[in-house]
């Protein structure tokens, strides 16, 4: 098996390889030594595995085995059409396969945004095959559904999640005008480079609508996700214009193990674009201390 090393600048991924699961063909980014700690970055709405460009590089010198996968969706090959196919916990069930398929055993789990909602899935459903898991901006389901029913802010703030799940109508929106809504959303906090990269994703056909689709398959039963027993870190950043503090502060009453919250001040959604260091540096710190 050939694993695929970031290249030189750090910004950016020379190849990948393909993992092949039943129907589906994923692209997936793997750096770093054979032997070392196997971590699995997820990547969210509306980025790609791209989005962890600057987070590696410092991964991969503290000695971790680390991949990346372009998730169901994002990945050409595993675009399938039907909203059924993109429900969060077959979207969680591709995050394990494709560590079987690369015989990771068990692992340290990683996301941001949507891949932080798929990582809560994991952790909460499978603990065993995690040895640690680090969020970005999204809490635990429980807490966020909470305060979505509670909190007037949180609702606010997910006010566009009513557009995204109307089919038709939000593909149009994001996508008029050479994308000109889909590149607001990055709120000037991304390098141009990777924005151009995410929108030419999304515009691929089929693209924005399977990525669309993780809104409109989302079930009831997540509210109701079970307490996470594994070691967590939850990162949130207080100019988050998607995620409120009601939620984020209401994260470690649904983790039942050692839970570290870190607040960035002056931090926008875009965690791992805008504060690349701040991320590495717990992920680090969460697998050097997990099971």
Known sequence: MTFVMWSDDGMSFENSQSVTLGDLTFDVHVAGPEDGPPVVLLHGFPTTAESWSEVVPVLVEAGLRVVVPNQRGYSPGARPTGVDQYATDVLATDVLDIAEALDLGPFHLVGHDWGASVAWVVAARHPDRLLSLTTFSVPHLVAYNHAMRTD???????????????????????????????????????????????????????????????????????AELPTVTVPTTFMWSDQDLAIGRAGADACGEHVDAPFEYVVLEGVTHWIPEQAPQAAAEAILARVAHGR
Do not use: C
């Open 152 to 222: 007037e802010d949180a609702r606010e703030r997910a006010s566009y999640i009513r557009l995204f799940r109307t089919e038709g109508k939000a593909e149009h929106l994001l996508l008029e005008d050479d994308a000109r809504r889909l590149r607001a959303m990055y709120e000037g906090a991304i390098p141009d480079r990777l924005v151009e990269t995410y929108v030419s994703t999304l515009q691929e056909p089929g693209a924005l609508t399977a990525a669309l689709n993780w809104y409109r398959a989302m079930s009831a039963d997540l």
